[in-house]
Each structure stands twice: as C-alpha cells, then as structure tokens.
C-alpha cells in the first residue's frame, strides 16, 4: 500500500479561494486535512442489503441500432444511466482501433441516438465508467503502448459532453500498465468528488480528490489489490449513511454468468481506506450479455440499487440486461 499526501499545498490552495467561499466551507478546508466524508448525491439506505436483495435474473431490452459504431479491434467498456429531458439514456463507452467513444441510446425508443468521439488514437480505448451528479467520469487510455491515460469528467448538462470537452482532465504517464485507466468510479460527496482509478486489470486503484469549480485533483491514496480479487472491468463507487463501497464488475471463462464483488472502502468521517472484500454475486446473463464488456451501476429516485450490462459487441441489435433490487 502507498499513502501519498501533499497537505500543505492542499491546504494553502483552498484558502487562497477563502474570498470565494463563506466561514462554514472556511471551516470544513481546513478540517479537511483529515479527508473528511460527507454525504451527498447516490446513495442507498444500506449498500450490503440493497447488494444482498438484487435479483440475479434480467429484464432484457433489445436497443434497435442504425448507428456506425466504430469497433474494430476493440468493444463496449462501460454503461451508466442519465436522464435528458426527462427521457433515460444509456451512456455506454467504448473502444476501438482508431477512436475512444461513447454510444447514446434511447430507453423509450429503445433506439441508438448518437455517437460520441471523445479521443482519438493513440487514446483510442474508454473504458468503466460512472456517471455522479452532472458530470460522467471516463479513463481514456492508450491501449497498446499501456504507459499513458487521461481521467476525464465531462459535465453532460451542457454541451460539453457532446462536444467532447473535459471539465478536468488528468494525465497519467508512468511504467506499463501501471498508469493506465480502464475503470473508473466517482461519487459525489460535499464539495468535491471522490473518484478511484483502477489500471490494467485493476491491480492497483488510485484515489483522487477532484474539485471541478476550482480546477482542482489530488492523487491521496493507492492500494494493490489481492491476488485473489478480480480482474474488474468496471469499478463503481456507491455509498449509504455509515459507509462508501466498491463495486467490482468481471467475467470469468463461464459463458453467460457475470460476476460482482462488493468492497468496503471507508467509512463516512474521515478516509481510512479499508478496502475489504465483503461479499460476491454470480448474475445470469441472457442474450450474450457479459460483465467481460460493459456494466455498470445505477441508484433510482426510491433508491433502489440497479446493474445495467450489455453484450460485448455492437450489432444492429444491442441486448442490454438489468438486475433490479425489488
């Protein structure tokens, strides 16, 4: 495990911007040496439970698809509910030999929208993603060198999203396989995101404080995983009132069973990372659905606990499966 903490410039940062904020937020920067947790955006009342409940039969969808969707040499990587004018969305991301992209679909229609390029080679692959309060968190990475990747939040409220432009980039350059993005999870918490980076495989997750309105990312903490945990394609953060969780998307060698483990990573208060893996789920997946290609979490307005997934290649039929919490 490495701890990497920069609390000085972290510190002096936040208060040249005291001006812009009132004595209460004053307050909780300089508490925020400790790396307090406050709960806002998704949530469930207990995480273990809503785990526990979700069925691990589908409701299938077949998306109707006219669109081109470029992926040669590469495949779907991730999905994540919106809503947009009061219509649900799919966002699902994915790669390809010459672009990273992401592929809009309709749940009413049940159609595919549009194609988003958000890169284009050598960060030709985007991987897991997830989407907290406004903006959708996406690792773009360069799949073959394995040595460079940007995390990424786009605001998809505006245009920016659609125009392919990052609220807040970050770059990442190290050793093979070591710095690269494939999944990558992000929740909402007072005044900033709490967001974690898993690279190839998810051998090692890196976590980050990001502040969007202040232009502002600290890398403050990094684990590697057991040997035991998955190869996760996805990785996703979710929380309740005691706690913030991870949950972990991946396929085995078994055709049409996907599987999800469910860590503990801190408690609420202060960050004390944890990392436990506390239980796991074997899903039955239908239609050439796998957890090998795009999945992903969502919490409803009841706050129930969904996974969406998809099959791992686009057709003029796209299957999409989703296990509910009853």
Known sequence: MEIKHNHINYVESRFRNM????????????????????????????????????????????????????????????????????????????????????????????????????????????????????????????????????????????????????????????????????????????????AVVGNWDSRNWDFYWIDPEQDRQELFYSFEAPEDWGSYQSINLIKDQDSIYAIGFYQKKDIGLGYVDLILVSRIGRFEAIMEKINSKTFFCKNKVDFSSAAGLQVDKKGKLHIWSTQKYSNKKIAINRFSQP
């Open 19 to 194: 001006k812009k904020r009132n004595i209460f937020l004053v307050f909780t920067s300089v508490i925020h040496l400790l790396f307090p947790i406050i709960v806002v955006g998704q949530q469930v009342s207990s995480v273990p439970d809503a785990f526990k409940a979700l069925k691990t039969e589908p409701e299938v969808f077949i998306i109707k698809n006219k669109m081109a969707v470029p992926t040669k040499s590469g495949h779907f990587q991730g999905v994540q509910l919106i809503e947009q004018n009061g219509r649900k969305k799919l966002l699902i991301s994915g790669s390809s030999l010459s672009k990273a992209y992401l592929l809009q679909v309709d749940l009413v229609s049940n159609r595919s929208e549009k194609i988003i390029v958000l890169m284009e080679e050598p960060f030709r692959h985007a991987g897991g993603i997830q989407v907290s309060d406004s903006f959708l968190a996406v690792g773009i990475e360069d799949n073959f060198a394995k040595t460079t990747s940007k995390v990424c939040l786009y605001d998809y409220h505006n245009k920016n999203l659609e125009k392919s432009i990052p609220t807040i980039k970050i770059n990442r350059a190290g050793e093979e396989k070591r710095h690269t993005a494939g999944a990558l999870g992000l929740l909402k918490l007072d005044n900033e995101f709490l």
